[in-house]
């Protein structure tokens, strides 16, 4: 399968999901591919960072397009590199959409959504979820997000939410997927409900 993780905004987490994503399969001993077709490159980083680290299992990232698909393969994007978003879109499955709790990100979604319909060539499955939820107990907006993303109708809303936290910012700083910098923390266990919601229990 396929799995193009995306959306039209900048710094909405794509990159950290494919980069935790991508551990977690890896600890699963999944055959993935992963490519990352955005020219800030912030997951080859990432990716070389584990590796001077000397961190297992080792991540592979490269930067074309596959010529023939793995167990899993997962492509990170980015905006300013249309061809490749397009590219990527047109070979999805599968299309996870992280969004930030706002209305101006729903918008956003919305307009991603009919990219997605221009350039598919298949029939992908599309997911989006709340990342950088909201922590304050009296928060609506991660809620009001959810409600207006189910809205549009064309992608299925998972309950799973990945909350502000500075461990998804460290993951990035260490090289580490958050589940391996802190096994039982909340972040742990939202990205691991994302994992399972996206590609069962493995
Ligand atoms: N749930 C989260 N909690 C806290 N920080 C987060 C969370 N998700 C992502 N971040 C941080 O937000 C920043 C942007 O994340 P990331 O680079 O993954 O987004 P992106 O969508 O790939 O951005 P771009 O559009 O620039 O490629 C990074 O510093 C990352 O560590
Ligand atoms: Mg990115």
Redesign the pocket.
């Known amino acids: 399968m396929i799995t193009v993780v995306g959306?039209l905004?900048?710094?909405?987490?794509?990159?950290?999901?494919v980069?935790n994503l991508a551990i977690w399969l890896l600890h699963k001993s999944t055959r993935i591919k992963v490519y990352d077709l955005?020219p800030?490159a912030?997951l080859s980083d990432v990716a070389e960072l584990r590796s001077e680290e000397g961190f297992k299992p080792f991540l592979s990232v490269t930067c074309c397009l596959p010529e023939h698909s793995f167990e899993e393969t997962l492509i990170?994007i980015?905006?300013s590199n249309t061809e490749g978003l397009y590219a990527a879109l047109a070979q999805a499955d599968r299309i996870i959409i992280?969004v930030s709790p706002s209305q101006a990100d729903v918008w956003s979604t919305q307009r991603f959504l009919h990219v997605i319909r221009t350039a598919s060539k298949k029939t992908p499955i599309l997911y989006a979820f709340i990342?950088?939820?909201d922590t304050h107990p009296t928060a609506l907006e991660n809620a009001e997000t959810e409600a207006a993303l189910r809205q549009l109708g064309e992608l299925e809303v998972l309950s799973v939410r990945?909350?502000?936290?500075?461990?998804?910012?460290r993951?990035?700083s260490e090289g580490l997927a958050v589940f391996e910098l802190e096994p039982s923390s909340k972040?742990s266990q939202e990205l691991m409900a994302l994992a399972k919601a996206v590609y069962g229990e493995k």
Request: net charge positive; aromatic share 10%.
């Open positions: 959306n905004k900048g710094g909405t987490g794509k990159s950290t999901i980069f955005d800030q912030t990170d980015g905006v992280p990342n950088r939820a990945l909350a502000q936290r500075v461990i998804f910012r993951s990035f972040a």
